[in-house]
């Protein structure tokens, strides 16, 4: 059953910002480099903040949400639902967002111009793929699922085991993996310089360089810029939330009284707004038939405690990202919440002993609970402030 939001309660909670791509690539001006016979077309980078930001008189966006209103518990607690949102990383100006959204959809920074950051985390599947394990430029299976960028704003840690803390750390990964995107800085740097579009858009976005050369660390910031501009905090939980009961259904709510009930623990490590409490976790999830156990954290924490650890995922629209687990082995929601309710380390495999989180037990769900569970799980969508692909890119402008 569909609810209709009341429009002054969605206003104030989008609060600023327009339904709009701000997409400013114009029909191509066409020049030739006399140096390098290269065509380029003209580029125009977006000078306003992306919906849900306001554009401050520093000529930055600072995010603006409801959630900002409330106060943080501190972990005292589940808490109820107006609870704050984690430190969020903003401040970026409209033009370095608009450059990382071109250089995020532009398969040019792989090793063979054939692998895009949107490849494994596409708009159209909810910014991850749709696979169990995401596919590089080798055209094989890399070790793990490609996790969601919605709300990495607010994250600490990165990576399925996470070893990375910031997101330019993280990128690293994915750009010089040989079996992901497969390029070095060398090269990513000589890339984007041969591209004259470019240079211009990274003048534009980073006036302050006096160096003409674009260096990787602005190519960094501009992806960063981009990705923390991906926020999903609009859906029909967050207006329940905000005041409007009639945002959820009956069986929705008992979902999420499921949800946060002192048997079933979710919301213990799922924890609202962001639903995640941004820890590792061992849940003891199994491997797909044939794969053996991912040792996961204990790897780079060089620490037995975390075999088998990985890091606890947000919930936000989950919905959308199947399949599910770091080596998605669950093709469904009800595939995955049952998992939960089977009994603790029933899944372990045999001659392993790993140190499970003391939250995973046996909390013996109904099937009725179950399906509530997964009512409410889908309250969590929201793709309001989906990015818009460029219809053209710099690298490729006709």
């Not at 100006?93 to 494994?120: A, E, K, N």
């Not at 995640?276 to 053996?292: H, K, S, Y």
């Amino acid at each position: 059953m569909t609810r209709k939001i009341p429009a002054i309660l969605f206003s104030i909670a989008v609060i600023v910002g327009v339904f709009s791509s701000c997409e400013k690539d114009i029909e191509p001006i066409v020049s030739t480099n006399p140096t390098t016979n290269e065509t380029s077309g003209d580029f125009e980078l977006c000078k306003t903040c992306p919906p849900g930001f306001e554009l401050t008189d520093e000529g930055v966006c600072r995010l603006r949400s409801l959630y900002q209103q409330y106060a943080s518990l501190k972990d005292q607690g589940v808490g109820g639902l107006k609870t704050a949102l984690p430190e969020v990383r903003d401040g970026f100006t409209p033009q370095q967002i608009d450059l990382g959204r071109y250089l995020f959809f532009d398969p040019i920074l792989s090793g063979d111009g054939t692998v895009s950051c949107s490849t494994c985390h596409s708009p159209e599947n909810g910014l991850t793929d749709g696979l169990d394990r995401s596919i590089g430029i080798t055209g094989d299976k890399v070790a793990r699922s490609a996790p969601s960028l919605w709300n990495v704003a607010f994250l600490k840690l990165f990576f399925w085991d996470g070893r990375a803390t910031t997101l330019e750390e993280q990128m690293k990964g994915p750009l010089f993996a040989h079996d992901e995107m497969g390029t070095n800085e060398h090269q990513l740097r000589e890339t984007i310089n041969g591209i004259p579009a470019y240079q211009k858009m990274f003048h534009e976005a980073f006036p302050e360089r006096d160096e003409k050369t674009v260096q990787v660390d602005q190519i960094y910031a501009a992806l960063v810029a981009f990705e923390t501009s991906l926020i999903s905090l609009n859906s029909r939980y967050d207006q329940y939330a905000h005041g409007f009961h009639g945002a959820l259904t009956k069986d929705e709510i008992e979902g999420m009284n499921v949800f946060r009930s002192f048997v079933a623990r979710c919301a213990e490590c799922h924890t609202p707004p962001l639903f995640t409490n941004q820890q590792i976790a061992v849940l003891g999830t199994p491997e797909p038939d044939g794969r053996a156990l991912d040792a996961g954290a204990q790897v780079p924490y060089n620490d037995a405690s975390m075999r088998g650890g990985f890091k606890i995922p947000s919930l936000r629209n989950i919905e959308l990202t199947a399949p599910y687990m770091h080596s998605g082995r669950f093709k469904t929601l009800r595939e995955t919440v049952q998992f939960y309710t089977d009994g603790r380390g029933h899944a372990v495999p045999e001659g392993e002993k790993l140190y499970l989180h003391w939250h995973v037990w046996e909390p013996q769900l109904s099937d009725n609970e179950l399906d509530r569970l997964v009512d409410f799980l889908k309250t969590l969508t929201d793709e309001t402030f989906m990015p818009k692909r460029p219809d053209r890119l710099p690298s490729n402008p006709s």
